[in-house]
């Protein structure tokens, strides 16, 4: 429990110091960068969760080039994790505050 929790406050500490920090370097607002930046952050983490994204595809690589074996094709799957739902739920609450 204390590890989710962990996990959860330091992606939100990233995420708003990555808001904070553009909003600084730009002299804009924090509420201009938040949705971006959460936006971002939520691809990027579904990318490299996915069965098909690139952190799975290079052991694949690996494995066909040594082998000469074909893997059969491998269905993309996706399990949600604590960064994934933490970066979409501030995506979405930046919406909100937005409007």
């Not at 399990?79 to 739920?89: D, G």
């Amino acid at each position: 429990m204390l590890k989710k929790i962990l996990t959860i406050a330091v992606t939100l500490l990233i995420l708003i110091s990555v808001s904070f920090g553009f909003s600084l370097y730009f002299h804009s607002e924090f509420l201009d960068f938040s949705f971006i930046v959460g936006l971002i952050a939520t691809i990027i983490t579904w990318f490299f969760v996915s069965t098909d994204g690139a952190a799975s595809r290079p052991p694949d690589h690996t494995i066909r080039v040594s082998t000469g074996l074909r893997n059969a094709y491998q269905k993309s799957h996706f399990t949600p994790n604590l960064p994934f739902v933490t970066s979409l739920i501030y995506t979405l609450l930046s919406i909100v505050v937005m409007h």
